[in-house]
């Protein structure tokens, strides 16, 4: 309040407001007022980089302005907020987003033209920001996107990674890892210096008693972390709101201590603290779907979630509210189990800082969580060494165990005759060394656990929560199927089909609500339509093949089937499937008569993808697709009936180009593994079609679309369990044509032999766990069918619109009003018009 200035004077202030810019020429005036001041540099020194600099800081400078506003309308209004916990925001660029949602694209256009600059090279110049991993961070993305465009009070909290999702080289057909520094020159943060937070670790808790006899507990000595704010504005589509993403950057505390030793000539190790703090923010864990339990990682949770914590109620205090009102003010969504320390530090604040009791402290606690899970692959379900635990939070671990113990006494008095519930349900799995199952943590913490596609709810109310759901009923369960933002995956990523789609729905309010999409349907049979339709997707292949010629050298065929397996690289999304088939098909390819070649659909088989550095099994199959890529792509029996790519670096950015530019697309994980997906949404969306398996959300893009319209093939999830323990105890059958892969690739068809004996031994001798061999003849059967439906280009077309037209279902904003009302309990606040 002191900070602000005083009424009189306020009319004095108003008058110097900046003013957004509107017109081409308006907006060269700020670019290269920017250029020339905020970066020195003058019109005979302006590269491209300089260009996009001084473009990103013209719109910075707008949208700074609506930024301003919207959280001042948030804090007069103070309506509750929702918190986005998510130790990944895999953000992409910002520019072309930005300029967008703002609405004033075309206005630079011309005026970067007018100054001899092309929007294209521009918008290229921009780091990605790649402060994830894979579909989970991305999903954080697309629901800033949303919670921005919907209007809703929202803040994203998450780390200022140095360094992101490292960069991906392929040398000799392995994969090499590069860092990935992002923060050279980035325009979209703002440090905010004057907000920090202090985060302890380690030490002890002592107990004393106060002046009424009740026992405190302190927690004492350890060491002092500073969390500072990076903040970066996240603005709606077609609204002016512009809600807040605050990334926290660690560094060391300059308490007394560090300055004590710097005197004393222990410089060394003053600046040695220095660089441990450091440490805590300086990079992204490159795991997708996997959790090691190391200390640092936990270092990383606890230091987000305290600060972001701290930042919380301290928003809350100001408003004087009694802290019965914290769940009325306050959601906080956890984004996985990655924030769940956010439990027991919210209670530890309440009962030893703001002096509540355990039941009141706990009944506000367990009224603000949300927990989103992602997984129910066992290896990536965290917990943590309870020695561990003890040593670096040790007041932590003394909550847990008491949420634990009340949580036990609760199923205790309800299930009196059941043993060995207990032990099921117990927050401490009782292993050596003992374990914090942060899962089960998160679901007693919170009033709703929700899943990310119909079937992986289902799945993990009978799988992994099951004694959950007969302890607490099941309404504390429940569905949110993920959804992509149709301003990035289709208005930014594919222009001309979103213009097109614009010009028959009589504008773009189909990028609001996407439902709108279905009016597409009566064009199905327009010849003009379909003719441009078809065209669109023919340009967008010929871009992505101009692409594969500069970055590889490799020319393919814009006419050929692009068939494209784009995601982390991961023995469940099996990758290695595809590979065997494209090696099968090869094969048959070469066994082929010149008539039966003539009949053949060519193809071009597109892979894309990161492997976890550690993750050997992934690397190999890079490896394979590499070398059968070098194999085919030179055999001239071949020519252009088959190719085999393997695009370096999958990101954001490249996955804007990828997506428009397949015919199909493969989701083809094992039978319950894969939770969602969300590439599955993307390519659809933009007119291609998918073979996939029934599992996640292609369950219920069927449904939308319909199962004429996409390539469903192998097992049930019902099946995979028995199917995995026949081949364990049954006889084990190779399926024929696999048999036949292997021999290929053993006699050393596709290099040395021994490189990828893993990847067919796990198959052969070690039980086939992700059924590779189970599936394969359905799914190249499948692959038969797609090459027969490509020929009748007419019939393929027709699919590929109607499922345009019916995927009004898989935006992310019908996410966030399914959180918002099931979960948060939040309202939008529409902005008014002035001011
Ligand atoms: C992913 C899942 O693997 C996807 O199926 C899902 O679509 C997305 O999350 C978003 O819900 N996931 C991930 O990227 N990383 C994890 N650690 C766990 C799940």
Redesign the pocket.
Known sequence: VEASIPEPQRAAWKKFTPKPFETAEEFNAEAVRHIETTLARSMYNCDEGAAYAGTALAFRDRLVLDWNKTQQAQTFTDQKRVYYLSL?FLMGRALDNAMLNIGKKDVAVKGLSDLGFRMEDIISQEHDAAL????????AACFLDSMASLNYPAWGYGLRYRYGIFKQEIIDGYQVEVPDYWLDFNPWEFARHDITVDVQFYGHVSKYQDDDGKNVSVWEGGEIVQACAYDVPIAGYGTSTVNNLRLWGSKAASGEFDFQKFNSGEYESSVADQQRAETISAVLYP?????RGKELRLKQQYFWCAASLFDIVRRFKKTQRPWKDFPNQVAIQLN?T?PTMAIPELQRILIDQEGLDWDEAWSIVSKTFGY?N??V?PE?LEKWSVPLFQHLLPRHLQIIYDINLNFLQFVERNFPKERDILNRVSIIEESNPKMVRMAYLAVIGSHKVNG??EL?SDLIKTTIFKDFVKIYGPDKFTNVT?GITPRRWLHQANPRLSELIASKLGGYDFLKDLTLLHKLEAYVDDKDFRKEFQEIKYANKVRLAKYIKDTLGVSVNPSALFDVQVK?IHEYKRQQLNIFGVIHRYLAIKAMSPEEKKKLAPRVSIFGGKAAPGYWMAKTVIHLVNQVGKVVNNDKDVGDLLKVIYLEDYNVSKAEIICPASDISEHI?TAGT?????SNMKFVINGGLIIGTCD??NIEITREIGENNIFLFGNLAEDVEELRHSHMYGTYTLDPSLAAVFDSIQSGTFGDAGSFSALVNGIVDHGDYYLVSDDFASYCKTQELIDEAYRNQDEWLTKAITSVARMGFFSSDRCIDEYAEMIWNTEPLVPSKDE
Do not use: F
């Open positions: 990944e994830g991993n894979g579909g989970l961070g991305r999903l795991n997708d779907n996997l959790e996985d990655h989103t992602h997984t692959l990536a990310v596609a992986h993920n982390r994980s894969e939770a969602s997906g969300t996640g959300a």
